[in-house]
């Protein structure tokens, strides 16, 4: 069982920064990516980004390239989304996902799919 713990969202007007943080704790595996989407009101959950944690290779959607990074801290199990040039359209609830598979590229797409575990969500919203 593993739980996803995050923190770090917030109000901020537009142009700001935030970084967004995901805490794993409990069983966790040397191969696994670990990532961020988004759901806005009326809308669906979509990706916004994703590390596999063994080699550090990024994947980011295209509307955040540029703007957010994505990071991990190996020995704190936490997954980090900095958050840079804010805009109103960023304005979602974030939540953290993991998945764990045998090889890096089925972690890839299991997180885009169906990731193993979620969190709870944290609230970004961007003012203008």
């Known amino acids: 069982q593993v739980q996803l713990v995050e923190s770090g969202g917030g109000l901020v007007q537009a142009g700001g920064s935030l970084r967004l943080s995901c805490a794993a704790s409990g069983r966790t595996f040397s191969t696994y990516t670990m990532g961020w989407f988004r759901q806005a009101p009326g809308k669906e959950r979509e990706f916004v980004a994703a590390?596999?944690?063994?080699?550090?290779?990024?994947y980011y959607v295209d509307s955040v390239k540029g703007r957010f990074t994505i990071s991990r801290d190996n020995a704190k199990n936490t997954v980090y989304l900095q958050m840079n040039s804010l805009k109103p359209e960023d304005t979602a609830v974030y939540y953290c996902?993991?998945?764990?598979?045998?090889?890096?590229?089925?972690?890839?797409?299991?997180?885009?799919?169906?990731?193993?575990?979620w969190g709870q969500g944290t609230q970004v919203t961007v003012s203008s």
């Open positions: 996902a993991a998945a764990f598979d045998m090889t890096i590229p089925l972690t890839r797409n299991k997180i885009l799919k169906s990731p193993d575990y």
């Open positions: 590390i596999s944690w063994s080699i550090g290779t990024t």
